[in-house]
């Protein structure tokens, strides 16, 4: 990698991670993006990617749990199921493309809800039933392993359209969620195999102090209204991301 292109990079990975702490994710998919276009091997991408996602996330949910009464039922209820069916679904060999551009499909619900496009009367959420948080953790969870995300990008507009958290109390489960994903996720892939990128030990700082301003702001500065259209347009970017 050139160093014209290592400077874009170092711009370009603080910018995703802005983006997806402002809403409570990691932006691991934008990092395995950025980084595959930029050259960098499959074996290298992943394990970084992760490690990325492990900070921001992290720096995500410290700043929105210090502003929300954080639902703690529904998120060990979540990650009691999720965590398992995310590692049985890693070990399924199956077309991945395939469960990505159905994934970019579902995305346009929440995506076309959280913009307004279609009106929905406000209010009368879904009871929490037990069966039914368990049915859809240990769903997004299988997903998540057989695709290879954190599965907050699918967590997230549904604890919204069932009624089940607010944006900020959405933000803070997403990001543990996804922080705990993706400790599991580094661990599976063998932390003593780790290969360091080069210009890695810039990425990092740069990235975190995206993730710590945009989760300042998401958690301090922004209002619901502009939570709620800055998680429709990290939504699109995944959606535009698995369909192509």
Sequence with gaps: MNENYSILLLFLMPLAAFLYASVGHGGASSYIVLLTLFGFAPAEVRPAALVLNIGVSA???????????????LFF???MFSIPAAYWGGTFTLDVK???????????LPISRLFNLFK??????????????????????????????????LLSPILILLG??????????????????????????????????????????????????????????????AMKYALAIVLTVASIKFLL
Excluded at 128 to 144: D, E, P, Q, Y
Excluded at 169 to 181: D, E
């Design 59 to 73: 720096i995500s949910f410290y700043t929105f749990y210090r502003k929300c009464d954080f639902p703690y039922k």
């Design 77 to 79: 209820t979540l990650v």
């Design 98 to 108: 395939i469960y990505q551009k159905v994934l970019g499909v579902l995305l346009l």
């Design 120 to 153: 929905v009367k406000e209010g009368n959420p879904v009871p929490r039933n037990f069966i039914l948080m368990a049915f859809l953790a240990f769903t997004i969870g299988f997903v998540s392993g057989i695709v290879g995300i954190g599965g907050g990008i």
């Design 164 to 225: 089940w958290a607010d944006l900020k109390q959405t933000a803070a489960v997403s990001a543990l969620f996804i922080l705990l994903n993706s400790i599991a996720g580094l661990i599976g892939a063998g932390i003593t195999d780790f290969s360091w990128l080069p210009h890695f030990e810039l990425i990092i700082p740069f990235t975190l102090i995206g993730g710590i301003v945009g989760g300042y702001l998401g958690a301090n500065r922004y209002s619901p209204p």
